[in-house]
């Protein structure tokens, strides 16, 4: 059976994709893989127009005009897609995560251009992980992040921004993680991120917060246990190392102290750390997300 994502690494990377017509072929393939369809009327015959690189339908009661960003993470792009495929290779493959300062002197562009791409590449990560689900014993707990000095008091009474963190585990190794970022740790908020993250009928750990309780009202199984100070690694040990880990990643590298992009920061964390088993083919993965996001726009991101 033939691998639907290609391993590539960056000798390979700059090989394939040399030209701007090589990255437009490949969104071609990943937005139309059997063959170009109108995205309004489905039929399947068309004119390319060079001079504008637009699809036109040849349908006579249509002539609609796609371009292979329409619909993706590069809606309305004005940077070339070599850029684009070099933002995803080095945001993807890189565990430390890179700034948008590094992209920029990296790709000669500016830093708010940077900035805005790696904000749209990180949408495409966070659509292509609303679809998996979770399953198994799932350690949830809530971390804190972000703030300022003032808000340095260590826990829930902390006025830095609160974090619902589960991971998927079997046999006391992790399968996958979501971290979510929320207003309060309360039973409806928690409730709500089960609702979106998690398949039915699974097991949750916790510790003996009372917001938990909230889980006793679904059909999962609730197993929770008191736990004071430092004993509570050892009863949610996954969810307190990835909680570590996302802090150093986050401080080490994007400074991030604010509420208003951190769930973006949190969803790159999580889309490479839920595909590390395959650490050859996340390029091939990421540009296939962000062929299939609609994106986000920039008065979404600013306002």
């Not at 198994?136 to 972000?146: P, Q």
């Not at 916790?206 to 059909?219: E, K, L, Q, R, V």
Request: with cysteine.
């Amino acid at each position: 059976m033939e691998k639907p994502y290609e391993d590539i690494n960056l000798i390979e990377f700059q090989s394939k994709y040399k030209t701007e017509e090589d990255c437009e072929k490949r969104l071609f393939e990943l937005r139309w893989p059997n063959g170009y369809e109108c995205p309004r009327c489905g039929n399947k015959e068309y004119i390319y127009l060079p001079k504008r690189k637009l699809y036109e339908c040849k349908n006579k009661d249509c002539y609609y005009q796609a371009s292979v960003t329409a619909g993706t993470v590069m809606h309305r792009t004005r940077t070339p897609l070599l850029k684009w495929f070099w933002a995803i290779y080095l945001l993807v493959t890189d565990k430390r995560g890179l700034s948008a300062l590094a992209l920029s002197k990296k790709l000669a562009i500016s830093t708010w251009v940077a900035w805005t791409m790696m904000h749209k590449i990180r949408k495409g990560m966070s659509d292509r992980d609303t679809d998996y689900k979770l399953a198994g014993i799932i350690e949830m707990d809530d971390s804190y992040f972000g703030g300022t000095r003032e808000d340095d008091k260590r826990g829930r009474g902390t006025g830095k921004t609160a974090v619902l963190i589960e991971v998927a585990t079997n046999d006391d190794a992790m399968n996958y993680a979501k971290m979510t970022v929320i207003d309060a740790v309360r039973g409806e908020n928690i409730l709500n991120t089960i609702n979106g993250n998690v398949q039915p009928k699974q097991v949750f750990k916790t510790d003996g917060f009372s917001a938990y309780n909230i889980i006793n009202t679904t059909d999962h199984q609730h197993q929770k246990k008191v736990v004071k100070g430092k004993k509570a690694h050892t009863v949610l040990k996954w969810v307190h190392i990835l909680a570590s880990n996302a802090k150093s990643f986050l401080d080490g590298t994007y400074h991030v102290t604010g509420k208003k992009h951190l769930q973006r920061y949190l969803d790159e964390f999580c889309y490479r750390l839920n595909r590390r088993k395959w650490e050859g083919q996340l390029f091939d993965r990421l540009v296939t997300a962000c062929a299939c996001s609609p994106g986000v726009t920039w008065a979404e991101l600013t306002s």
